[in-house]
């Protein structure tokens, strides 16, 4: 799929969709073979626990808030402003302990297989089964190990 020409209106996703996930809202706003970007808010508390994405690196450009991050095994905090690179193979995690809603804008090179994961995980509830899922897309839940430098 090629990138299209177009503007996604603030507050709407691709198609009018938004995703469910674990309770976080995650919304669309581009999509190619290249890359795939989404709005995330975080609410407090919620967080999304050490995984890996072999093919794909990930960014988190964070809108609003402070996201806590364990990257490649070293804590780390972002803040409104700041963007996180996270490039693939390497495990990583981002928690919500701010005590207030975050929001970012995350995206994803190559697109890979997380626009599909995302359709399949709305609504999901069970964490096990998540985890489960997401393996088919080539995301890799478990304890972060960090990389040999």
């Given at each position: 799929?090629l990138?299209?020409?177009d ?7 691709l ?17 190619s073979?290249?890359s ?8 407090i ?11 794909q690196?990930?960014?988190?450009f964070?809108?609003d808030?402070r996201?806590?991050?364990l990257i ?20 990583h995690a ?16 190559p697109a890979?297989?997380l626009?599909?994961?995302?359709r399949?995980?709305?609504n ?18 478990g ?7």
């Amino acid at each position: 799929m090629l990138e299209t020409p177009d503007i996604t209106p603030a507050h709407s996703g691709l198609d009018g969709v938004a995703w469910n996930v674990m309770g976080q809202v995650y919304v669309p706003k581009q999509v190619s073979e290249d890359s795939f970007a989404w709005h995330a808010t975080f609410p407090i508390e919620t967080f999304v626990p050490p995984h890996t994405h072999p093919y794909q690196d990930e960014y988190i450009f964070v809108l609003d808030g402070r996201i806590d991050l364990l990257i490649d095994g070293k804590k780390r905090s972002a803040q409104s402003g700041d963007l996180v690179r996270m490039p693939r193979g390497i495990p990583h995690a981002f928690f919500n302990n701010s005590g207030e809603p975050v929001t970012a804008l995350f995206w994803a090179a190559p697109a890979g297989k997380l626009l599909a994961l995302y359709r399949r995980l709305h609504n999901v509830s069970s964490p096990a089964e998540a985890v489960r899922i997401a393996r088919d897309y080539d995301v890799l839940f478990g304890p972060p190990v960090s990389s040999a430098a």
